[in-house]
Structure formats: C-alpha cells, structure tokens
C-alpha cells in the first residue's frame, strides 16, 4: 500500500487555479521525484500535503488516513517530516537547539538523545558546530541543519523542497548523497528540486509537473533518457 496517495487535487491561489488535479502516489521505501519549472506548482504540492495551504477539491491520504484537512502540525506525530524551501532555520538558536526543536513531539528523552548521536554520525559538521548560532552557518551546513532537524521527528516519510537550491556543486553533491543514505536507512523521500538531472540520478521515479498538471511520470532512468525531459529540463 502506497505511503502517500494524492488523489485529483485542486488549489487556487484566489481564482487562480495552481494546482489542476493532479493524482500520485508514493510507495514506502522509494525516492519520488517532482519536477518541473519554476511556477509549474511544486511547492503548492508540498505544501498543500503537508498542511500549510489548504486544497479545493481531492484527497491526501498518509499512512492509510485521510489528512486533507488536518493541520501541519499533527502531520509530524504521524511521521511526516518538511524540509521547507529556503531551509528556514532559526538563526538565533545554536545547531543544538534547532535539533532538539524538531524532536517537540518526542517525549521519550533517551530516543530523542539517541537520535541525535545518529544525526551527528549522518553530518559531522552539525556535531562541530552545535554551539554555534545556526544563522553563522554557510548554506550548504543550514540545509543540512534543516533536514537534520526534520529527522530527528523520526518520520517515516520526509518531504524536501528544493534542497539544493542556492548550493555550491561541492555541497549539491554532499546533499544528494545524505538523501540517499537517509532513504537507504528505511525514510521514504517525496522530493521537489530544480536541479531535474540531480533529481532523477537518485529518485526511484519521478513526476513531470506542468502548469499545474502531471505531463508525465514514470521510472525515473526512463525518464531522464526521454527526449521531452532532456529538451526541456536536461540541457545544460
């Protein structure tokens, strides 16, 4: 049974229609792409799966429950976790504090502290800068920041948008190769990201989004060798 279904989803933006729907699924264990130009409705899809934006019509079912309507919030006790686009840290707390923050709905303080020894093996450089104010950190350290924040929630099923964006090429490799580790450990991944040749070399499958529509979907290699993909997202 898939993790996360999206069925026939419908989100305007005033009476501008965003999202026309559209319909996915995301089964557990896999990398699922979504990529797309800018304005194509990524990240209104995210959004609106993980509670910040409310849909017209359709269904989000998580885990075999309906969450359409539910409030983003309750999502992350039910083991979905959002790295949102521009990492959004809290500059004036240390690394530590930022970690800690995305455990709030843990209570048992031995897990969460075991988390934590998992998250430093994962990023090194969280551990060295754990006193420091997250704000000082360069942004490739920041996205680590926050997807290392997003999994000390434990979730089953982690959502990234946009991870590499902003990024030296150093740190856009580094990224992508974390994503993959952490999915290798048994998190399912749903990720949006830009950069569609990245995207593809990791993801199990992908969807193409269009103005608001799924133009095409598919196995991710195959994807990445058609020849629409290529043209329009691929060339360099």
Excluded at 113 to 140: C, D, H, W
Excluded at 143 to 149: C, F, I, T, V
Excluded at 158 to 184: R, T, W
């Amino acid at each position: 049974m898939a993790i996360l279904e999206v069925k026939d989803l419908e989100v305007f933006y005033g009476v501008i229609q965003a999202i026309k729907g559209i319909s996915f699924e995301v089964n557990p264990g896999e990398i699922i792409a979504l990529i797309g130009a800018n304005g194509a409705g990524k990240t209104t899809t995210l959004q609106t799966i993980t509670g910040l934006i409310p849909s017209k019509a359709g269904h989000i079912v998580y885990d075999g429950k309906d969450i359409t309507r539910m409030p983003g919030h309750k999502l992350v006790s039910m083991g979905m976790a959002h790295v949102p686009e521009g990492r959004r840290v809290f500059a004036q707390l240390t690394v530590l504090q930022n970690l800690k923050l995305g455990a709030y709905t843990r209570k048992d303080k031995a897990e969460v502290e075991e988390t934590l020894q998992v998250i430093y093996s994962r990023f090194p450089r969280l551990e060295e800068r754990k006193n420091q104010m997250a704000g000082t950190l360069s942004g490739g350290e920041q996205q680590m920041l926050a997807m290392g924040r997003a999994l000390m929630s434990h979730p089953k099923l982690i959502v990234m948008d946009e991870p590499s964006m902003g990024l030296s090429p150093i740190y856009v490799n580094e990224i992508f190769d974390i994503i993959q580790k952490i999915n290798g450990d048994g998190t399912t991944v749903l990720l949006v990201e830009q950069n569609a040749k990245k995207a593809l070399s990791i993801a199990h499958r992908a969807y193409v989004l269009e103005t608001g529509k799924i133009v095409l979907s598919g196995d991710a290699g195959e994807l990445m060798n058609d020849d629409s993909v290529k043209k329009a997202y691929l060339s360099e």
